[in-house]
């Protein structure tokens, strides 16, 4: 639920309306007095609709997405980034709740998944931004852990990867959101773009998410020298346990 009662920004955040920006990206501003605003809108397809909102460090930001169609998700990503989120809503929710790390544009991204774009399907929905000076006031993960500063991870890390079969391993950022008992989702962002997530359930490597454009999709982990090594059709992971289970 998205927090009430937050201390309203100051003159030079605050401004009279929603308005829009060039193209289809939408900037979100809100009312005098006012510290959210509730916007609706519509994707259909491949389209993915842009909110773009300006924020300082030390602010907190909350988004309640509240889709038509199932298969509508957000994601946002910080200033000065065209393609590695730091919230990623068809594995994380419909709702965003952060402390900012950094001062610029952030990009609320409204899409379909790739099933319900290639079916040309619609979604309509509404999008309620809030934003205060103060800390964001959110409970602790079911695992009892603090989220680190700006995003929605536990812990954030780099990790040994590989996309394709024969290529040589590179480093990938990661982040893990952890859920309690040894389950966690982690988050592999690749360098050129893109992400992979992996499921752990009671500390063993439970699966992957899959797309689409998937060819080969079988999964397969062992441990080792407290690294999970898993393969997911020809990527490989190094994953350390700590990063799944915590110190």
Sequence with gaps: MVARNLVLLTALTLSAQVGFADGAQQVVRFRAGESSATLSGSVAGYDSKDYRLGARAGQSISVLFKPRNPSCYFNVLPPGSKDVAIFIGSTSGNEFIANLAQTGDYVIRVYLMRNAARRNEKCRFALTVEISPG??????????????????????????????????????????VRHGNGS?????????GGNRVLFFKEGQFAGADTSSADVDTHTSSITENGLYLIRVGAQRFEIPDVLVLGD
């Excluded at 800390?135 to 695992?143: E, L, Q």
């Excluded at 780099?158 to 024969?166: D, F, H, L, Q």
């Design 135 to 176: 800390a964001a006031r959110k409970a602790p993960s079911a695992a009892g852990d603090a989220l680190v500063p700006g995003t929605n991870f536990n812990a954030t890390t780099e990790v040994p990867c590989s996309r394709a079969a024969g290529q040589p391993s590179t480093s990938c950022k990661a982040g893990v």
């Design 184 to 192: 966690a989702d982690v988050t592999v962002f690749w360098p050129d």
